[in-house]
């Protein structure tokens, strides 16, 4: 299974960006679908996670109201508004082992490459 991430870019502070999550096979559709974020010298941590059927959906402290997951058939979004600089990372996403999964990065079994966000104050 392999996950494409897309969407990032440069944006200043207060900004939006929407990122977007595609996988190339149909088991996506069976499975939770995490985002993690990784700045520079730091351990990537997690952002939001979705279940299989988008019933389920839990967030980051630093992120919720801000941040939105959403799915549909074949892809998963991550809506990003009020952007700041400390949201500056590359963005991952990550399938998850079940329909369901958590914050932890081992409930999570395919990564995507990344995409860039950068966010100038």
């Known amino acids: 299974v392999q996950l494409q991430a897309s969407g990032g870019g440069l944006v200043q502070a207060g900004g939006s960006l929407r990122l977007s999550c595609v996988s190339s096979k149909r088991t996506f559709s069976n499975n939770a679908v995490g985002w993690f974020r990784q700045a520079p010298g730091k351990e990537r941590d997690f952002v939001a996670t979705i279940s299989w059927n988008g019933g389920a959906t839990y967030y980051a402290d630093a992120v919720k109201g801000r941040f939105t997951i959403s799915r549909d058939r074949n892809s998963v979004y991550l809506q990003m508004n009020s952007l700041e600089s400390e949201d500056t990372a590359v963005y991952f996403c990550?399938?998850?082992?079940?329909?369901?999964?958590?914050?932890?990065?081992?409930?999570?079994?395919?990564w995507g490459q990344g995409t860039q966000v950068t966010v100038s104050s």
């Open positions: 990550a399938s998850g082992r079940s329909s369901y999964a958590g914050a932890n990065r081992a409930d999570y079994v395919y």
